[in-house]
């Protein structure tokens, strides 16, 4: 269920890429990976959002990995939504929905706009 059909491989390029940078991600930070009650419950805080929308806020977690702050936002609908961030502080968005990886594709200030389905992980530096 969970494969990649190999063949198909070529036609999906886009999905693979996706993929392959959401590994990356996953890998390079090790916030993404908690292994105890204590580690969630000292660094996850969920964001208040619109309907819809699942959003939290790993905070403080510079320990782990190269970023201070991490925020992760699934929005499951077409609607364009925005989302209020926790300050005012700039955010690097490192995926986005079509990319995702560990290289900043733009940066956000209070607010970031969510065109569709996806997922969007933002960051902020040591």
């Known amino acids: ?5 190999w063949k198909r491989k070529s036609e999906n390029e886009d999905d693979v890429r996706y993929v392959q940078g959401l590994i ?17 419950n000292n660094h996850l805080f969920f ?8 959003a939290y806020h790993l905070r403080d977690v510079q320990q782990y990995g190269p970023w201070r702050d991490i925020i992760v936002i699934h929005h499951n609908q077409e609607e364009k939504q925005s989302v209020f961030l926790p ?6 968005v490192i995926c986005d929905g079509i990319h995702s ?3 900043l594709l733009f940066s956000v ?3 970031i706009n969510l065109a569709g ?4 992980v933002l960051v902020k530096q040591t």
């Open 1 to 5: 269920m969970n494969q990649i059909d």
């Open 24 to 40: 990356q991600l996953r890998k390079s930070h090790r916030a993404f990976r908690f292994t105890t009650e204590a580690e969630i």
């Open 47 to 54: 964001l208040e959002t619109p309907a819809f929308i699942i």
């Open 87 to 92: 300050d005012e502080e700039e955010w690097h």
């Open 101 to 103: 990886g560990t290289v």
């Open 109 to 111: 200030r209070k607010q």
């Open 117 to 120: 389905i996806g997922t969007w």
